[in-house]
């Protein structure tokens, strides 16, 4: 075949060409997954009827972080299930080296919350903390990290779609310190803690911020789309959250009401 650079004249008609699929679009009043009032979400239907076969896109769509849970714990076969499907997500090379350590020991929760972790943990019951083996050849593109976050995703839509909320903390003392707290072995790597539980009430629909026009770009990284922010208040967050956390744990521990102020809130259930 000879390649040339010149382009044809004319464009013809691919006759063997099929017509563009149409893809439904989400409409949120529409979907009778998840009763949905005009403002709040009521996942709390899911707790005593599970809906894991429910359309995916009403799943990606009406899930939303939940950091308040029922006082009904789930249990140990539930979070088996979750965790069987969860691990249906891709990971790097196929290696599937999770480590998922369950935690439902409430000092746990007090110590972290003691140590600087984000303050709604206190009022947590269960979570888990995903470990992903570290020894990956890939270290410059975090493979490890990657394939963690991938199950993360995944069992957070599954838990929703059987009534349970769940929410990815990140906000954490160091890795060294969560790593000497549960004794993980020095081949794995905490990826992140996922608190969870049995949805209590309404959560409040927070639509995306952007639609995909915003985000996508064509062949090359379109830097003149770009609307930057100042970065130095970005800048002062990360010099105080290093200095913060490099702090020995028993005088951080001391700071830790004073530091609370500080803490940045996302949380969007009206009863947090
Ligand atoms: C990598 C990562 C880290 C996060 N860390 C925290 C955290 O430390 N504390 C918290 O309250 N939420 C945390 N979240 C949850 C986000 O705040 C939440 O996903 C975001 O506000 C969007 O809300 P949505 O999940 O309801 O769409 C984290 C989420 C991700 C993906």
Redesign the pocket.
């Known amino acids: 075949m000879r390649v040339t650079n010149s382009k044809p004249d004319r464009i013809t008609a691919d006759p063997t060409e099929k017509p563009p699929i149409v893809l439904p679009d989400f409409d949120l009043s529409a979907q009778s997954s998840i009763p949905f009032n005009g403002r709040f979400l009521n996942p709390g239907i899911l707790v005593n009827a599970p809906n894991p076969i429910m359309p995916l896109l009403d799943a990606v769509c009406t899930?939303?972080?939940?950091?308040a849970y029922s006082s009904r714990k789930v249990d140990m076969k539930t979070f088996h299930w979750l965790i069987t499907y969860a691990m249906n997500a891709p990971t790097a090379c196929n290696e599937q080296k999770w480590k998922v350590i369950y935690i439902d020991d409430l000092d746990i929760f007090s110590e972290l919350t003691r140590r600087g972790?984000?303050s709604?943990l206190k009022n947590v019951r269960q979570a888990m903390l995903l470990c992903y083996n570290r020894q990956t050849d890939n270290i410059h593109w975090a493979d490890h990290i990657q394939s963690g976050?991938a199950l993360?995703?995944t069992f957070?839509l599954l838990a929703h779609s059987t009534g349970i909320g769940s929410?990815?903390?990140?906000?954490?003392p160091n890795k060294p310190e969560i790593r000497r707290l549960f004794k993980i072995d020095h081949a794995y790597d905490p990826i992140?803690?996922v608190s969870f539980g049995y949805y209590n009430d309404k959560?409040r629909f927070?639509p995306?911020k952007h639609d995909s026009s915003h985000v996508v770009m064509i062949n090359r990284f379109e830097s003149g789309r770009l609307v930057l922010k100042d970065s130095r208040s970005g800048f002062v967050r990360r010099w105080a959250r290093f200095i913060y956390y490099k702090i020995p744990a028993f005088i951080r521990c001391r700071l830790q009401p004073y530091a609370l102020k500080y803490e940045?809130?996302?949380?969007?259930e009206i009863f947090d």
């Open positions: 899930r939303r972080t939940s950091r972790s984000a709604f976050a993360i995703t957070q929410c990815w903390i990140n906000h954490l992140a803690l959560v927070l995306r940045r809130k996302f949380y969007n």
